[in-house]
């Protein structure tokens, strides 16, 4: 496996497309994670079934969010995409995300090319209301089991808001000490 942050850009985020690199597929309850220092995927743990991801996981590479990892994104497909690919999305929106009081964002994309829907989902108003809050949820609660409380969707961002989140971490990436 390479190196996605060697290999693939964060991707051209001005017009709205990005490279996103998937960890987990939706409906897994398998927490994998990108680890940065051996370039390969790992997981991290086993969640119970009932907090199994409403989206596909991953991230964008090139970018350190505040926490401090690489900036994830929410995919939106209609089937789960298998852990180590990498594809190539558009932008609709940001999940503002709290965990454990540090910034955790999650951006929200689409494939740029999804002949399913003839490209139709363009921004998160093109989702139905019900996907969102399911989303809203599973990151509400995901960790009552074991730290209630600890997370919180602050709320849902448009594009633009979006595009400056993904900026600050390409700035965040570019300035780390390697």
Do not use: C
């Amino acid at each position: 496996m390479a190196d996605f942050n060697q290999v693939l850009t964060p991707g051209n985020v001005d017009d709205g497309i990005v490279n996103v690199v998937i960890e987990i597929p939706a409906g897994s309850s398998h927490k994998v994670e990108w680890n940065r220092e051996l370039a390969v995927m790992q997981l991290d743990r086993v969640e119970p079934a009932i907090f199994a991801k409403p989206t596909n996981y991953g991230f964008i590479p090139q970018t350190l969010d505040e926490d401090g990892d690489e900036l994830d994104a929410l995919i939106i497909t209609d089937e789960p995409l298998p852990t180590g690919i990498f594809l190539e999305a558009r932008v609709i929106g940001v999940m503002k995300f709290t965990d454990d009081g540090e910034v955790d964002d999650k951006i929200v994309v689409v494939p740029a090319d999804d002949r399913s829907t003839g490209n139709a989902i363009t921004s998160l108003a093109d989702l139905p209301k019900q996907k969102l809050a399911q989303i809203e949820y599973h990151f509400n609660h995901y960790k009552d089991l074991k730290k209630p409380g600890t997370t919180t969707v602050e709320h849902w961002g448009d594009i633009a808001e979006a595009k400056e989140v993904i900026h600050e971490s390409i700035e965040r990436w570019n300035n780390r000490t390697k």
